[in-house]
């Protein structure tokens, strides 16, 4: 069951779709009606609130947190995330009426609410499925999240399994809950190395953003601050896909703008031809360039990046 990333292509979406619906795949729209979904909107628009005189929650380390948790729980910031999780919980409460039998399910897990209900559903109405979740990232410290904990398994909303890159994760991924069901599992990513340090670096410096704005915000800043005493530099620019270039290119002065190429190439094809890659955040791309024989500038911006050094991810040397 495919996911499809929103963009301004949405002619090249479609054709995806189409091409892949004549094949071997269930889309999750399929079997949600126009009516299963205004249902799950009206729930979630008109939902009962919280009230913060009313309610109280236990206490987490004597400390009560009853009002953020209301607040968060009241808040329709995340209403997206939030509806697409009600629509997939549908959507496997239809596959279990049509009594199907669903041996293995596997899914890309991040630990976000999107995660969680696909997980939630299979184990509480398939509870015979085994369910596995792909972790194809590293250490990101400023993600937490990633990292399970026992309340969570206990609630069923991650999977039976998870599968790490490397060894290297074990130990981080069992910090909340120690007894968390882990597995080495292919990266799914193949890295060519005696080619990839030959290749000719044609760009000297690459800044590949993280996603984050207040983090990409300040790489911006760190950016103009080089340009602007340094007349000669010309940099390449890599935004993360959540977040477009657009929303950040009015932190550039005008008159610098000829002198940056924002990249529209793969990250593959970007780090063949890069020779110092400029990052900060929880971004892979920090750790894909040392396979392709980059030399890394990580950007101490963040609280949370100087335990990448800390936990000795990367090499003095790199």
Not at 23 to 36: A, G, K, L, M
Not at 187 to 197: G, H, L, M, V
Not at 222 to 229: D, F, M, N, P
Not at 278 to 285: L, R
Request: hydrophobic share 40%; proline share 4%.
């Amino acid at each position: 069951m495919p996911s499809f990333l929103v963009h301004g292509k949405f002619f090249n979406i479609y054709k995806n779709i189409k091409k892949l619906s004549k094949q071997r795949y269930i889309f999750v729209e399929n079997w949600i009606t126009y009516f299963d979904f205004f249902k799950c909107l009206s729930k979630h628009l008109f939902s009962n609130r919280l009230n913060r005189n009313e309610k109280k929650f236990e206490k987490f380390f004597s400390l009560d947190c009853s009002l953020l948790i209301i607040s968060d729980f009241n808040s329709k910031i995340d209403f997206y995330s939030e509806l697409q999780s009600i629509l997939k919980i549908k959507f496997i409460k239809k596959l279990r009426k049509q009594d199907l039998k669903v041996i293995k399910t596997i899914s890309r897990f991040e630990n976000q609410s999107i995660d969680r209900s696909w997980f939630f559903g299979f184990r509480n109405f398939f509870p015979k499925t085994k369910n596995l979740g792909f972790q194809g990232f590293l250490y990101y410290p400023q993600l937490v999240n990633q990292s399970p904990t026992f309340f969570e398994n206990k609630a069923k909303v991650i999977p039976d399994l998870i599968l790490v890159p490397n060894n290297s994760i074990l130990k981080h991924r069992k910090e909340f809950f120690s007894k968390i069901n882990l597995k080495i599992g292919p990266s799914f990513k193949n890295y060519d190395f005696k080619r990839n340090q030959k290749n000719k670096k044609i760009y000297s410096f690459t800044f590949a953003l993280c996603g984050i704005y207040s983090l990409d915000k300040n790489i911006l800043l760190w950016l103009v601050y080089l340009l602007q005493r340094n007349k000669k530099v010309k940099v390449v620019v890599k935004a993360h896909p959540i977040l477009p270039i657009q929303k950040l290119t009015g932190f550039i002065p005008k008159d610098l703008l000829s002198r940056i190429t924002f990249s529209n190439d793969s990250v593959k094809k970007l780090l063949n031809k890069t020779r110092f890659l400029i990052s900060s955040g929880p971004t892979s791309i920090i750790f894909e360039s040392l396979h392709y024989g980059c030399k890394l500038l990580y950007l101490n911006l963040d609280p949370n990046d100087y335990f990448i050094y800390k936990k000795k991810l990367i090499k003095k040397n790199n």
